[in-house]
């Protein structure tokens, strides 16, 4: 029998305790590890261009009817007045306590009509409450199931990125002029195959977002590929993608704020075990008693930008009675080289080792938290570590109380889990360690930031 993940929580020690111990290990994308090699790959997007496949790890929700922008504009921070044709956002969705739930990106195909597109997370809560709300919507969702190699999504979805992206683009192109407005969408005809598009930026690098029918993918894939050759486009593979989110500065998997709360049990009694936050875990030397210590805000993660006070949504006043308070701020940590080689060389000296750090991203579970401290006290805490081959350096993003995130403050961080680890099985017997790190801002290439902070 299938359970709730509300009935999974009541089975448990507490929700933190559930989540640490979780029998999840990190996300895999569910494409082609590599086309060529992680370095080329890595660097492709800085020197050239590169063309990954989004089409499968992703979940899609489409919503359709009269009170569309209702919905959308009662459970997020954003503003969804002037929402339509062609209008993309990045959707940030809070609980009652102005907690995050979680962000993705929705896509307007009309004034009643959206798809809501990333991590399961926002999709499910917005199913949820179409479903159980008084709202004149049909929705539609495609669950992530990109390990099932014969599931054919409602749509393909390219990204091509990197300086000489759009010569590529423009090349391909059999329609009319290209978008390239930051965050707007367009059109594109590639192959005779109708596609649209979004400019955002991913790993802060030019070029466009593409997605179409699915059973127009080979079609279109084979065209890129071809044209690209010529400007030494390469393919990326699923570990070259997790190191976009690192030099771009985006704080990819914030752990939703659904565990605790009599306001969210109905949610947690319609969620199950089967759903991704029935499943998902938690790691990192960060490790709480009480899953409220996980959560976090849109000020913490530079989302308070895009809060519109003009419309009643579910966070609001929370959000606003925060306001004024401290709020960590977000950096770029640069691992000291050291430390890093010091974690490596535990693996060929005898007695205990030191938590495996696997290359490029080094995340062993689905939410990682570390803790960043300075002379001994939390003072944020961090998330996704990763080797970055542009930057030739270990890097991750991470939250920091404001007085110790000026660029250039020195701080340490935590590697490896408590008492030797939990008991997920992506967790050997290790001991922690501690690893200098330099606050630096985000994206962490100035170059990218100079020019992606002034477009978003």
């Known amino acids: 029998m299938v359970k709730s993940l509300e009935e999974k929580l009541q089975q448990s020690k507490s929700a933190a305790h ?23 790959e890595a660097q492709a997007w800085r020197k050239s261009a590169i063309l990954f496949d989004q089409s499968f790890h992703m979940t899609e929700l489409h919503i359709k009817g009269p009170d569309t922008r209702r919905l959308l504009s009662d459970f997020s921070i954003n503003d969804f007045s002037k929402f339509g044709a062609n209008k993309a956002k990045q959707i940030v969705c809070c609980n009652r306590d102005g907690f995050l739930i979680s962000d993705a990106i929705i896509f307007g195909y009309g004034p009643d009509e959206a798809l809501v597109v990333g991590r399961p997370v926002v999709p499910n809560w917005l199913q949820y409450n179409a479903e159980v709300g008084d709202y004149d919507v049909e929705v539609a969702i495609d669950h992530l199931r990109g390990y099932d190699p014969t599931n054919l999504r409602p749509h393909y979805r390219f990204e091509v990125q990197g300086p000489r992206a759009m010569e590529i683009l423009e090349e391909v192109n059999e ?11 367009g059109d594109i005809v590639i192959a005779g195959c109708a ?7 991913m790993g802060g690098a030019t070029g466009l977002e593409i997605w179409g029918p699915f059973a127009d993918k080979a079609k279109v894939e084979q065209r890129l590929v071809e044209v690209g050759r010529k400007y030494g486009m390469l393919r990326g593979g699923g570990r070259a993608y997790g190191i976009t989110a690192a030099e771009s500065g985006w704080f990819a998997a914030p752990l939703p704020a659904i565990y605790d709360g009599d306001d969210m049990r109905p949610y947690r009694e319609w969620l199950t075990e089967y759903h991704f936050e029935g499943f998902c875990s938690a790691g990192g030397s960060f490790q709480p008693d009480d899953v409220r210590d996980y959560y976090l805000t849109p000020y913490d993660l530079d989302y308070d930008r895009l809060i519109h006070w003009d419309h009643q949504f579910l966070g609001r006043e929370a959000l606003r009675a925060m ?15 050291e430390d890093v ?48 081959a542009n930057e030739r350096a270990w890097l991750s993003v991470s939250l920091v109380d404001p007085e110790v995130a000026a660029p250039g403050t020195q701080l340490s961080l935590i590697w490896g889990e408590p008492d030797g680890g939990t008991d997920k099985p992506s967790v050997h017997r290790h001991r922690q360690v501690t690893i200098g790190c330099e606050a630096q801002p985000w994206p962490i290439d100035e170059a990218v930031r100079k020019d992606y902070r002034a477009q978003a």
């Open 195 to 201: 596609a649209k598009t979004l400019v955002h930026a």
């Open 18 to 40: 559930m989540l640490q111990n979780a029998q999840t290990g990190a996300f895999e994308f569910p494409v082609q590890s590599m086309w060529s090699n992680l370095i080329d």
């Open 175 to 185: 329609g009319g002029p290209l978008t390239t407005r930051f965050f707007a969408m």
């Open 341 to 388: 080689l010091k974690v490596f060389a535990s693996l060929l000296e005898p007695g205990e080792m030191a938590m495996w750090m696997d290359m490029p991203s080094s995340d062993y579970a689905i939410h990682p938290y570390d803790r960043v401290e300075q002379n001994g006290r939390l003072v944020g805490i961090s998330g996704y570590p990763l080797y970055s």
């Open 323 to 337: 306001k004024d308070r401290k709020h960590r701020k977000k950096v770029t940590l640069v691992w000291d080289k």
